[in-house]
């Protein structure tokens, strides 16, 4: 199954997108608007300066270890949970979850992020939610402004229990592994979140449990952006082109997104990767990925998705 996925080089990007926000706010390069809006290259004036500790990042993050996580994820080969080998053979049953969930956790703890499982409990849950949803939350906590907060997320959750789902999410959630393995075991200015989210693929139950117990429970954290990966492993046209959702331009929301956006393309510019990426800007408000639940609640954020218009994989469910 793995075959059919080109991955292309989003990861790395995911990567530098958070460490770039990390160390500046960057002005948007461009200036979307409604539906599709292929971008020129960012203009000299907003270019980033080109920082080797960044490349350096960049360059843990290789195609190999993107395809051994992304089969590991989705039942390719064996993973090790607790020391012992384990065939993932479904995200979507309570067992399987909880065994993904586990796994997860384990490796963001052996790349020097400190991690939590983030689980709540519902006897009577939302419609579509189970009972238990675990999210597992990676957070490396800032030393200039903790209380500001990054986060790149995915959910690690399938369609079915019968799917493999490397593209549905197991693209994204290796895309978040590497980000965390190669940003671990330092300190950032501001708190730097890695999160795994459950249950997308059922209304979004974990990351809308997440975002609300932020918005409620923490009004001290300040979400300076949730960068949502989801579905990245697809690209038989070979033309590099990664979707990234903002809401509407209408939006209050829309500048904020943007500038998250903006980081990213400048990204691309700045580290010569527009000849194998090319970052689309859509502000449609699509509200099908954990990134609505950051929205619906007033926080940035982007969801970044392989070409999903016109290269969209039939078998991503599977
Ligand atoms: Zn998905």
């Not at 064996?78 to 384990?106: C, K, M, T």
């Not at 509200?287 to 007033?298: T, Y």
Request: charged residues 15%; hydrophobic residues 40%; negative net charge.
């Amino acid at each position: 199954m793995l075959d059919r996925y080109h991955f292309i080089r989003v990861v790395g990007l995911s990567v530098i997108v958070i460490v770039l926000k990390l160390i500046q706010n960057q002005p948007p390069a461009v200036v979307a608007v409604e539906g599709r809006v292929p971008l020129p290259a960012a203009p000299a004036s907003v270019a980033l300066a080109y920082d080797s500790r960044v490349a350096a990042m960049m360059a843990k993050v290789t195609q190999s270890l993107v395809y051994t996580a992304t089969g590991g994820l989705s039942g390719e080969w064996p993973v090790s949970i607790a020391g012992q080998p384990f065939i993932i053979h479904d995200r979507y049953s309570n067992a399987g979850r909880q065994q993904v969930a586990r796994y997860l956790y384990e490796y963001a703890g052996s790349n020097g992020v400190p991690v939590a499982y983030d689980s709540y409990f519902d006897l009577n849950p939302l419609p579509g939610c189970p009972n238990t949803v675990t999210n597992v939350v990676a957070s490396l906590t800032g030393v200039i402004s903790p209380t500001e907060v990054v986060i790149l997320s995915a959910h690690y959750d399938s369609y079915s229990s019968s799917s493999s789902a490397a593209d549905d999410n197991a693209s994204g959630s290796a895309g978040v592994m590497l980000a965390a393995r190669a940003l671990g075991n330092k300190s950032y200015a501001r708190t730097l979140r890695f999160v795994w989210f459950d249950a997308e693929e059922r209304d979004l139950c974990g990351s809308y449990k997440y975002a609300s117990h932020l918005k409620n429970a923490h009004p001290e954290e300040r979400v300076i952006a949730d960068f949502n990966l989801d579905m990245i492993g697809y690209d038989t046209d070979s033309d590099g082109a990664m979707e990234l959702h903002t809401r509407l331009t209408s939006s209050a929301g829309y500048s904020d997104d943007l500038a998250v956006a903006g980081v990213f393309t400048n990204v691309v510019s700045t580290y010569g990767l527009s000849g194998v990426l090319r970052p689309v800007i859509i502000a449609d408000a699509a509200s099908w990925s954990d990134h609505d639940s950051f929205w619906q609640v007033g926080y940035p954020a982007v969801c970044a998705i392989e070409d999903d218009t016109s290269d969209s994989n039939p078998l991503s469910k599977t």
